[in-house]
C-alpha cells in the first residue's frame, strides 16, 4: 500500500504537479534559473545550470502537533 502511494506522487511530480497530503503537507515543484555561484574554498566563479527542485511546506496541522511534544 506504502508502495503504491510513493509511486503515484513519484508520478505525480514527474509529470509537475504538486502533490497535498491533508493534514500532513505539500510537495511543491520550483524551477530555479542560472545564477553564478562560488566555490567556497577557491573563491572561484561558477555557473549554477538552471534545474527543477523539490520542496516540502508542512501544513498547520503537523507544525502545531511538533510543537506540543
Known amino acids: 500500500m506504502v508502495e503504491a502511494i510513493l509511486q503515484h506522487m513519484t508520478s505525480a511530480l514527474s509529470e509537475g504537479e504538486n502533490v497535498k497530503i491533508s493534514g500532513f503537507g505539500t510537495f511543491?515543484?520550483?524551477?530555479?534559473?542560472?545564477?553564478?555561484?562560488?566555490?567556497?574554498?577557491?573563491?572561484?566563479?561558477?555557473?549554477?545550470?538552471?534545474?527543477?527542485?523539490?520542496?516540502?511546506?508542512?501544513?498547520?496541522?503537523?507544525?502545531?502537533?511538533?510543537?506540543?511534544s
Do not use: Y
Open 28 to 68: 511543491l515543484l520550483r524551477d530555479k534559473g542560472e545564477r553564478i555561484g562560488r566555490n567556497p574554498k577557491t573563491g572561484v566563479e561558477v555557473p549554477i545550470t538552471p534545474r527543477r527542485v523539490m520542496t516540502f511546506r508542512a501544513s498547520q496541522m503537523l507544525k502545531d502537533r511538533i510543537s506540543e
